[in-house]
């Protein structure tokens, strides 16, 4: 794609960027038939194809109101397009660009700034939401059954011995406190293949990012650098997280701290070290119990595992090595419609994906649905017919010898 990129920003590292982004990009149309929004609208300008026309226009100096930010806020980030794309056009790193430049266009109204700033406040502050939590715990019994599901109980107490190998876990903002279970799960996991878990507790700064904040995001970075570089220096052999979406993040410091010269070393060597949980433990899969009698599940990929992180398979890889039977999802490549913070912003379109991507999910009755996202998994829970959970808990349920009891698992 040929371009003319205004010379103030074709000098900046983001306008070189864009520019060999944009010169990658052949006008194949690959990208349409994977993208959830075209496929929901039917609007080229709400395809990665038409999205990436409006930035290129923004980089040549036009013009652009609030119509050019609508069709680039709906954009879910989820990658599908980069999976499908045979020319290896980089779209996110694009469209970052694109939105920082439309914004600057034409700025957001009052109410939808004041509305981002809260998201950002509410589910950024680990602290915040574990301390809600807490107070609202000691009510659980006196709760109605729905609130009282949906409210997590504190998970037992485990303290497994030291191995020789260890690794660093970063808690991240909104796990800890809706679902503390599922970094408790994966330490008992590790600790099976003998892999000793140190907690560190910090966002990893994604949702900021995507709530208009670059500046939070990098400062969320530099403290979860600052958090794991000891350990890593003590013989921690990798930064893991149990969400995909922090895990995606955390491979990509070293591209959102690249101009910081305090830590950008620091950053590439986090980048380097960060793996998500499931490629740990698929390493290990072997060291893990089959449990006779498989148990029905679908597993839902999360868009930052499967397009972001490209480890669609190990997930799945590792619950048939635990017994369970996979049932095939129809449409498996589509974004679940959570997208981070996206639904809070889209809730009809999100809704939409969502009754989609659960009718794939269902289709072959399956007695469980497992992800592999905290925010994929808060999503679909709210509307699924069966329950939803990580696949560390499962893989946790055959340390004890045990199948999986749909029933103890919480549903909407």
Known sequence: METRIVEALRETPAGREAEAILRACVHCGFCTAACPTYRLLGNELDS???????????????PAGPATRLHLDRCLT???????????????????????????????????????????????RPRALASAMALLRPLRPLLPPGLRRRLPARPPRFAPPRHDRRVVMVGGCVQPALAPEIDAAAVRVLDAVGISVVSVPGCCG???????????????????IDACLPHLEAGAEAVVMSASGCSVMLKDYAHLLAGD???AEAARRVADLARDLSEIVHGEADRLPAVPGATAV??????TLQHGQRLGDNVETI???????????????????????????????SRRLRQRKLKGLTAENPALIATANIGCLMHLRAAS??????????????????????SCYPVR
């Open 48 to 62: 990665p194809r038409g999205r990436i026309y409006l930035i290129k226009q923004l980089l040549e100096g036009a």
């Open 78 to 124: 989820c990658r599908s397009c980069e999976t499908a794309c045979p020319s290896g056009v980089h779209y996110s790193r694009l469209l970052e660009t694109g939105r920082r430049l439309a914004l600057q266009h034409a700025p957001r109204a009052w109410p939808a700034r004041l509305a981002r700033a809260a998201a950002r406040r509410l589910l950024g």
């Open 206 to 224: 994604a949702l900021h990012l995507h709530l208009d904040d670059e500046d939070a995001a990098r400062r969320h970075a530099r403290a979860v």
């Open 261 to 263: 010269s305090r830590y």
């Open 298 to 303: 679908a597993f839902h990929a999360p868009c």
């Open 319 to 349: 619950l048939r090595r635990l017994g369970h039977e996979l049932h095939p999802v129809r449409e498996a490549h589509l974004c679940c419609g959570s997208a981070g913070a996206w639904s809070l912003f889209h809730p009809r379109l």
């Open 385 to 406: 017919p069966v329950p939803v959970v990580h696949w560390v808990e499962l893989a946790a349920d055959a340390l004890a010898t045990r199948q999986p009891d749909p």
